[in-house]
């Protein structure tokens, strides 16, 4: 009987902390965790991976676009937010709280520990509101053009941004104003003592940040590629090419940005449901297969980028463009080197 309840406890503590679930309890005691030493396993190391490759991807997305003039474009200014987002989720909420958990969580850190629970639900729900405002943004622009290249100004653009960042920041200090005290000394990630107000906190915020940008960007991208086949029908007698394929060529950039979302979180969502509402009964294999799953939507931040860059035309061009010169350069420079210094000794 006491196993069978064990298992149970630690896995409730990791439903209804989605964002920061781990093997321990509620609120950590700083005689346990104050010896703890650096000691990474393999999730720790799985972690340590994924947080420098997201550092990495965001780092070069952003240089890319605040350091060339051509890519300045008011669409790329939300882009280039989430780019943002990447690099802060990575060196604030990756790195301490899941590669470097056996440093942050212990009587020392004990306020940064507790303050990673809220900022694991800031930058998540940051990253689905920057997917909303990205497919607004594309879709007012290819359904209502003369419209968006109106009310598309650096002022609109920034209250946007400045929404998507303020909105969440308000969501995510709920509980620690209402239902979830800090103690000093000890690492407190839920309130044993009000599980019901926890539970239909994190019920709320995790349908809010997942359904409505799905909502949103299947909305928007439908309505966007049914916009392009009406066209199609009727330029067909008509020599628009080139308009009918970057029609085409939107919707199918819209659509794999929509199913990259989905392979990425729609798995964790649906575990996550299910283990809540007992269609799934809690087991050690049940918290292994819940880490897979929160690595995989955890990667997101870093794989958007790398989506973008390749899907988005301006900046894939450039990229050819430099990976052209560049290469011309070397064989230039090769076939100099080789012509002026043949037999000089190194």
């Known amino acids: 009987m006491t196993s069978t309840k064990t298992v149970p406890n630690v896995t409730t503590l990791s439903i209804t902390q989605p964002w920061n679930a781990s093997n321990a309890n509620t609120s950590t005691s700083p005689s346990v ?5 650096l000691d990474l396993n393999g999730q720790n190391i799985a972690w340590l991976v994924l947080a420098i490759f997201t550092l990495l991807t ?8 605040s350091c060339i003039k051509n890519l300045r474009k008011p669409s790329n200014s939300f882009i280039a937010s989430m780019a943002v987002l ?6 604030m909420y990756i790195f301490p709280r899941w590669a470097l958990s056996s440093i942050i969580n212990n009587s020392e850190n004990w306020f940064y520990c507790s303050l990673t629970a809220l900022l694991g639900i800031f930058f998540t729900i940051v990253i689905n509101l920057h997917l909303c ?3 607004l943004d594309k879709y007012i622009a290819i359904i209502f053009p003369f419209f968006y290249l109106k009310h598309a100004t650096n002022y609109a653009i920034t209250i946007s941004i400045g929404v998507v960042w303020v909105l969440p920041l308000s969501i ?10 800090f103690s000093s000394g000890a690492c407190v990630l839920v309130n044993s003592d009000n599980l019901a107000a926890e539970e239909s906190y994190f019920i709320a915020v995790f349908s809010i940040l997942f359904f ?7 909305f928007a991208y439908s309505h966007i590629f049914l916009i392009a086949n009406k066209q199609l029908k009727v330029l067909a007698d008509q020599d628009n090419s080139q308009h009918r394929f970057l029609n085409i060529k939107a919707a199918k950039y819209l659509s794999i940005i929509v199913g990259v979302f989905l392979i990425a979180w729609l798995p964790y969502v649906i575990f996550f449901f299910a283990i809540y509402v007992g269609a799934v009964r809690p087991n050690l294999e049940i918290i292994d297969a819940l880490f897979v799953l929160r690595f995989l939507a955890f990667s997101y931040p870093c794989i ?3 989506m973008y860059g390749l899907l988005q035309s301006d900046l894939r ?3 050819n463009k430099q990976m052209f010169f560049r290469n011309n350069r070397i064989e230039m420079l090769s076939t100099s080197q080789f012509g002026f210094s043949n037999g000089r000794p190194k």
């Open 133 to 135: 405002l990205i497919s």
């Open 172 to 181: 995510a200090i709920i509980p620690p104003l209402t239902f979830r005290n």
């Open 317 to 319: 061009k450039y990229i």
């Open 33 to 37: 965790v104050g010896s703890r030493s």
């Open 86 to 91: 990447g690099i802060l989720w990575s060196a």
């Open 58 to 65: 965001n780092c070069s997305f952003l240089f890319l676009i």
């Open 304 to 306: 958007n980028p790398v």
């Open 212 to 218: 409505v940008p799905i909502i949103c960007m299947v």
